[in-house]
């Protein structure tokens, strides 16, 4: 069961000493290397993908973000020095926030809906922070690295799934927050975030999803929490040539009716095909017809106008950007930077408009060290 560290120890008591309303009236704390692209500096004829921050500290990393209602939005990563990292954006710019940390541990995801209920995951912690008025609190889920906190979503400030894996036994376990008290359920499989970003998604507490791997068949599968239990939902058969193996990336439940899923797969160095599944309320179903070459991989969001926005690579694994919509694919160059390749690892639609904060890293190596880490914006 998951247990709240809020004693008096050191760790903790560098977290709550951070309060809330420090972080937000500070003066912000922006690395030396940091450049940011105000939108009043920049005119377009047409809305278009820009880099908005860079931040150039090598082997910093930027993995998710979250655009939030009121305008503000929170990115998170790890620093240079391995250590969590966040940024949070408001009055109109991104504003560096100190989070305590052990080396070695880093932001995964961030989930939220509002300012006052704003989630993130740490990995190699084995832990979520959750952001509110109150400042910093932390919960853990075992010790780390037996258990694994694969992903996280919030409805609510009164729900939200957390999803851990034991990796002995492949085990896998969700915990719900009610707003007051944490529940933990067995899973049918073991929810993962295999080798993307966003594995999970939600649109209410009644629709539910993440990517799972299922150690009685030994496949990748899907999850789904209707309300009342979790259920598995196996993915159509063939996704991938014949020999090639599928890699779960991200989730994005848009509606009970309207969920979407990607994965990504290769052959002898040559990324590809791509693989974009659909649920419409009854099964997954392969999207089909011409689709681009290459592959998808990281993230996934919607448009604001019914379509969606994914991270890509093309066949020789260089990153892109792909919106579909209504059967019709765009590709999309990847914003230019000075400082590396921009590859990335986040989306998230502002909510109220057709514009999309985006995470990302710079010229990131096999090794998954990086030249530094970007904040980009379309529209």
């Known amino acids: 069961m998951p247990h709240r560290l809020m004693s008096a120890a050191a760790a903790m008591a560098a977290v709550a000493s951070a309060s809330w309303s420090i972080f937000l009236n500070a003066a912000p704390a922006t690395p030396a290397h940091a450049t940011e692209s105000r939108a009043g500096e920049q005119r377009a004829t047409r809305p278009h993908w820009r880099v908005f921050k860079t931040i150039a500290v090598k082997n910093t990393a930027l993995n998710a973000i979250v655009a939030l209602p009121g305008g503000t939005a929170w990115a998170g990563g790890k620093s240079g020095a391995g250590r969590p990292l966040l940024y949070h954006f408001a009055g109109g710019r991104w504003h560096l926030v100190r989070v305590p940390g052990q080396a070695g541990t880093s932001v995964q995801d961030i989930a939220g809906t509002s300012a006052s209920n704003v989630w993130a995951t740490i990995a190699s912690g084995d832990a979520v922070a959750r952001v509110s008025s109150r400042g910093w609190s932390i919960t853990s889920f075992g010790p780390a690295p037996v258990s694994r906190v694969c992903g996280i979503v919030t409805t609510g400030r009164k729900n939200t799934w957390v999803f851990t894996s034991d990796l002995a036994s492949s085990k896998g376990l969700a915990h719900h927050y009610n707003g007051s008290t944490w529940k933990t359920t067995k899973l049918p499989a073991a929810a993962t975030n295999g080798s993307g970003t966003e594995p ?18 030994g496949k990748y599968e899907t999850m789904r929490f209707n309300g009342s239990r979790w259920l598995i939902v196996s993915l159509p058969a063939h996704l991938a040539p014949a020999g090639q193996q599928i890699q779960p990336q991200s989730m994005l439940a848009v509606s009970r009716m309207n969920v979407w899923a990607t994965a990504y797969t290769t052959s002898l160095g040559v990324a590809g095909p791509v693989i974009l599944l659909h649920w419409q309320g009854h099964r997954w179903s392969k999207v089909a ?3 681009p070459s290459g592959a998808l991989l990281g993230p996934i969001a919607r448009d604001g106008r019914g379509g969606i926005w994914l991270g890509a690579v093309t066949q020789a694994s260089a990153p892109e950007i792909l919106h579909y919509r209504n059967g019709t694919w765009k590709t999309y160059q990847v914003p230019a930077s000075t400082t590396g390749v921009v590859s990335l690892t986040g989306l998230s639609l502002i909510p109220g408009s057709r514009s999309l904060w985006g995470a990302g890293v710079l010229s990131r190596t096999s090794l998954g060290s990086t030249k530094g880490a970007v904040i980009v914006k379309f529209g």
């Open 289 to 291: 017809g011409p689709r």
């Open 200 to 217: 999970a998604s939600a649109s209410s507490a009644r629709n539910v999803w993440t990517w799972a791997y299922n150690a009685r068949t």
